[in-house]
């Protein structure tokens, strides 16, 4: 220790991922010596996480990728007992990551060659590569602002309906050039706001920043001694300064957390305590443009939690599952997942993007904005699904107002949503491009998916690559299997019923991006791309009742289809 200090912290680290790696050899040797503990998914994963846990604390250690190795192998002999497709994707996710970050280590052969032997059979998703572009304007956006009261889209609704097969208006402004990324200032910035949502099993804490900074956590043991009654989950944000209009105590008092306190700890660091009073589980992450650090908390019982103990022999075939209001699909097979699901989907939240002062893509007709398009489709799509499958469907947005990316998972989470659906409309310079294309949560399969996921969460596609080490842990619990399942049977059933009343339907498939919108979200979750708003036909189209019926109807068919997959009359 003394010589770590005097001036050797690499070797300090190199013996603290090394010391790391040995215990969760260890763990592996346990298990492999015990028949019983290899029957439990939950030892099996309890090893994996030791593994991970070293590529995630010393990611430029050598012993990251023999971690992520390791892990990889344990996550495929856990499959092959398991036959959970996860636990397959999740190790061929770690393989391309070794083969892709740390290509000078010698496990990057190792991941390569073992990548090749299992990678052509795992194909759940049909990738084809988005021709979506950043569109993004933000000079014709402050236009947009200054002059929203001018704007009649009523009108310009009501003149598609009466002329939809008359020639449209002329193009829009020429796009402007993409913005270069904004350095971070040398003073302090400032914390400027607190946000909390919160129900008895869930509560997410928003800290808004003006700009990035560093930051670390820690969590407290309760200590009565000296006052303290709550375990306490601290962040310390570096060269910061606390806003004037920042609240120092902000009151929660739901079943997990009592408060969240702020405060100048350090001429130049923010500390922010919440003081917790029960919790099963808690995730913190960042995010950009703007900056701002989430704090995640779950309670017993939540989608956050683990599981409870699942033998891995256990034939799902020999116990119906308990129908309950919320539904935890972390280590069940599809075919329980399937059971549940048919008979426990009860509220789904629809989400229109954008709104407020963000609009949104530009239309190809003057004075269409994409905020404006999907309010009116989850409007009627929320119509259609309460009136046909007899759900509770919530809105994120009623209204015009602006909500954030982060608010609007929140929302989901704290409603206990069964399913959350974000709609929006497609855009690219290249106004002959049209058709639809569906998304789920997960690392983008190619560089076009990541412009795409860049301008829906206006930001950087540098910010975007930044996102994998965030979602190597969110996406444990992202219902990537379930989000999967309802993105196909809602693209097909898409796609199928907007080509039997329109021709020019063209389908982009099912792709895979780090969407903002949709991280942290506890049940299966799409983003649905409808028609391209930039195309002089598409946009026409979407200005119609007509259509827009026609792609809620369709969207209404492909979820039905998902919740009724297992009939459970059959059950």
């Not at 572009?133 to 956006?141: H, K, L, P, V």
């Not at 034939?315 to 599809?334: E, H």
């Not at 097909?492 to 063209?506: E, L, R």
């Amino acid at each position: 220790m003394i010589i770590c200090m005097a001036g050797l912290p690499d070797t300090c680290q190199a013996d603290s991922a090394k010391q790391k790696y040995m215990a969760a050899d260890d763990c592996f040797k346990k298990l492999r010596n015990s028949s019983t503990e290899q029957q439990k998914v939950s030892s099996w994963l309890n090893c994996i996480r030791r593994y991970e846990t070293i590529y995630q604390v010393h990611p430029e250690n050598s012993w990251a990728p023999a971690g992520m190795y390791k892990a990889a192998e344990l996550y495929l002999q856990l499959f092959k007992r398991s036959n959970t497709r996860t636990h397959k994707s999740r190790a061929i996710d770690l393989l391309a990551r070794i083969r892709n970050k740390y290509p000078k280590s010698a496990y990057s052969g190792r991941a390569k060659i073992l990548l090749k032997s299992i990678a052509p059979a795992q194909r759940q998703i049909k990738h084809i590569r988005s021709k979506k572009e950043e569109t993004r304007n933000d000079a014709r956006i402050d236009r947009f602002n200054r002059n929203q009261a001018s704007l009649d889209l009523e009108k310009l609704i009501q003149t598609a309906e009466e002329k939809e097969k008359k020639k449209a208006p002329k193009a829009p402004y020429t796009q402007a050039l993409a913005k270069p990324e904004k350095q971070n200032p040398r003073g302090d910035t400032r914390v400027t706001d607190l946000r909390v949502w919160s129900n008895p099993e869930y509560t997410r804490i928003v800290i808004n920043a003006s700009n990035e900074r560093n930051y670390s956590h820690r969590l407290l043991k309760r200590d009565p001694t000296i006052n303290k009654p709550f375990q306490r989950l601290y962040i310390d944000i570096e060269k910061t300064r606390l806003g004037k209009d920042v609240a120092e105590h902000i009151p929660i008092n739901d079943n997990l957390l009592n408060q969240a306190r702020a405060g100048q700890y350090l001429p130049h660091t923010v500390r922010v305590v919440v003081d917790i009073k029960s919790f099963e589980n808690y995730k913190i992450f960042s995010l950009k443009d703007p900056f701002r650090i989430i704090i995640d908390v779950w309670g017993k019982g939540s989608n956050g939690s683990p599981p409870p103990e699942q033998s891995i022999t256990q034939k799902d075939t020999d116990k119906r599952p308990v129908i309950t209001s919320r539904i935890t699909t972390d280590n069940l097979k599809s075919s329980d997942i399937a059971r549940q699901l048919a008979l426990g989907v009860r509220k789904i939240i629809t989400d229109p993007g954008h709104g407020g002062p963000d609009p949104g893509a530009p239309g190809y007709i003057k004075g269409v904005w994409e905020k404006d398009i999907v309010l009116k489709l989850a409007l009627n799509l929320a119509q259609k699904l309460r009136t046909r499958l007899h759900c509770t469907v919530e809105l994120t947005r009623s209204t015009d107002k602006k909500l954030t990316l982060e608010e609007r998972t929140a929302i989901a989470n704290t409603q206990r949503a069964d399913l959350f659906i974000s709609l929006h409309c497609n855009a690219a310079k290249n106004k002959r491009l049209k058709g639809f294309e569906t998304y789920i949560l997960n690392l983008a399969t190619d560089d076009q998916s990541i412009t795409v996921a860049a301008r829906e969460n206006a930001t950087s596609k540098k910010n975007i690559s930044d996102l994998e080490y965030i979602l190597s842990d969110l996406m444990k619990h992202a219902k990537i299997e379930e989000s999967t399942r309802l993105a196909n049977d809602v693209h097909k059933s898409m796609i199928q019923g907007m080509k039997t009343k329109y021709s020019d339907i063209v389908d982009h498939g099912v792709k895979q991006a780090p969407f903002y919108v949709l991280l942290g979200a506890r049940m299966p979750s799409i983003l649905i791309e409808t028609s391209f708003i930039s195309n002089k036909q598409e946009c026409q189209r979407l200005l119609t009742q007509s259509y827009r019926n026609t792609v809620c109807h369709a969207i209404t068919d492909g979820i039905e289809k998902y919740i009724n997959a297992t009939n459970p009359k059959q059950l």
